[in-house]
């Protein structure tokens, strides 16, 4: 059963998300409707917030509605710092005709008209449809709340109505649906209290707005020493979990994982290095041995232009077999997403690192912020083994008899160890490194590149 969301009040809500005693609303200025609106602190720095009453209409959208909203999106834009929305509604009133669908377009248009030049966050308190839902899937972070958030297009009764296919709120639109299945959830928590503070901790890693550099914290806190290679197995098809690699490198505890349930053979979120906020890429060898799938190349694709948005640098870490083969992924557009990947990287002016772990193959190496499409900086471990695909593969393909196999693959393997030294000496990898050395490198190049940053303004 859904738990009871008629009683959640978005004055609470907001308070709670603001830093004691700064919130202001605005009601006086706006007229009286269905939604919340006002401004306060978070962490100490600005932010505009709204919150959606279902109590009154269903938190349906009309004129008034969506014209609020949109006044306090033009405050937050103007003073250049993040809106964050609560959202529970039927969407378009439907007694208003086509000057409600005309009020959800207007509100569309302002949350693109926002996207990129400062963070839209949107939490979502309770079921949502139709231009409810279309709306926070038009911001940066969509938090959902376990058995309370639900978005669909359209609920469960009309889709009975029209197609004939019966399923629950939860299974249309629910938090596992939308954090396994369809990706659009990046956040999903427990109850309102968790998602407001993870909303909080969240807001502390962005800047207020594109203008701005990546924050800064100064947290003077190092991970325990240990020495990465011992989570990394030498033998290049072992899985391991690449999650205990990012700790050992980040600030301590800085880590905070965006989409965890989605296409898991790919790990994207935020983390710091010496205190400076960096958006955080990694294959993920523990599932599908971190080959690059349809889900896995869009998460990446979207989250890069993200981190270009809000000038925070990412610093990708690479141990894939390449891009998954196959019927169904061809079918499914893989060269689409793929080719994705690399505009998105090509054309993001943030800074850009790479760190090759274990494996870099084919079209994966050049597509993951290879030297040949931008890359500011590559880094690749002593142990690393780039080339056009893997050994084991190359072998199968390039083998004319079994007799000869043993002696191709010793000539592979030859090649391979060779490929680190012609990559250093064509400029393709800036520094072959021992996996100790790997935090320090990063924070190295990140304060050398923001120095530089500084100096260009």
């Not at 009764?157 to 249309?172: C, D, F, H, P, Y």
Request: with cysteine; hydrophobic share 40%; proline share 4%.
């Amino acid at each position: 059963m859904e738990k009871d969301i008629a009683r959640v009040k978005p004055l609470e809500l907001i308070h709670k998300l603001m830093d004691e005693g700064t919130f202001v609303e605005l009601q006086e200025r706006m007229p009286e409707t269905n939604v919340l609106t006002g401004f306060g602190k978070v962490n100490g720095r600005r932010v505009y917030a709204f919150a959606q009453n279902f109590e009154t209409r269903g938190g349906s959208i009309d004129s008034a509605h969506a014209n609020k909203i949109i006044a306090v999106m033009d405050m937050a834009l103007n003073e250049g710092v993040p809106i964050v929305g609560f959202y529970h509604s039927v969407g378009a009133r439907i007694q208003d005709g086509i000057l409600a669908l005309d009020a959800v377009g207007k509100l569309f248009n302002h949350h693109v008209k926002l996207s990129g030049k400062i963070p839209q966050i949107s939490v979502i308190i309770g079921s949502c449809a139709g231009g409810a839902a279309y709306c926070p899937a038009l911001t940066d972070f969509i938090f959902m709340i376990e058995e309370k958030s639900k978005l669909f297009v359209t609920g469960p009764k009309v889709v009975q109505a029209i197609t004939g296919e019966r399923s629950t709120a939860e299974e249309l639109g629910g938090t596992k649906i939308h954090g396994k299945v369809s990706g659009v959830n990046h956040f999903e928590s427990s109850d309102e209290e968790s998602a407001i503070k993870d909303v909080r901790r969240l807001l502390s890693y962005l800047p207020q707005n594109h203008r701005e550099k990546s924050p800064r914290m100064v947290s003077g806190i190092s991970p325990k020493y240990s020495d990465p290679k011992n989570i990394v197995p030498v033998e290049s098809n072992k899985p391991y979990d690449m999650l205990k690699l990012i700790e050992k490198i980040v600030d301590n505890e800085s880590f905070i994982e965006i989409q965890k349930q989605y296409a898991k053979n790919t790990i994207i979120g935020f983390g710091r290095f010496n205190g400076i906020a960096c958006g955080l890429i990694a294959n993920q060898p523990k599932h599908l041995a971190g080959a690059l799938d349809v889900d896995a190349s869009e998460k990446i694709a979207c989250f890069i232009r993200l981190c270009s948005n809000f000038n925070l640098p990412v610093i990708l870490l690479e141990d894939t077999v390449g891009f998954m083969p196959g019927v169904r992924q061809e079918s499914s557009g893989l060269l689409r997403y793929g080719a994705d990947i690399v505009k998105a990287f090509a054309e993001a002016s943030a800074p850009k690192i790479t760190v090759i772990i274990r494996k870099a193959f084919g079209g994966a190496y050049i597509a993951l912020n290879s030297k040949a499409i931008g890359a500011t900086r590559v880094y690749a471990w002593t142990t690393a083994e780039i080339g056009v695909m893997g050994i084991g593969a190359a072998v199968n393909l390039l083998k004319k008899d079994s007799a000869s196999s043993e002696s191709l693959e010793r000539s592979l393997s030859r090649g391979m160890e060779a490929n680190l030294e012609l990559a250093l000496s064509h400029g393709v990898i800036d520094e072959v490194i021992e996996p100790y050395e790997t935090r320090q490198k990063l924070i190295e190049a990140i304060e050398e590149l923001r120095k530089r940053e500084q100096l260009a303004v």
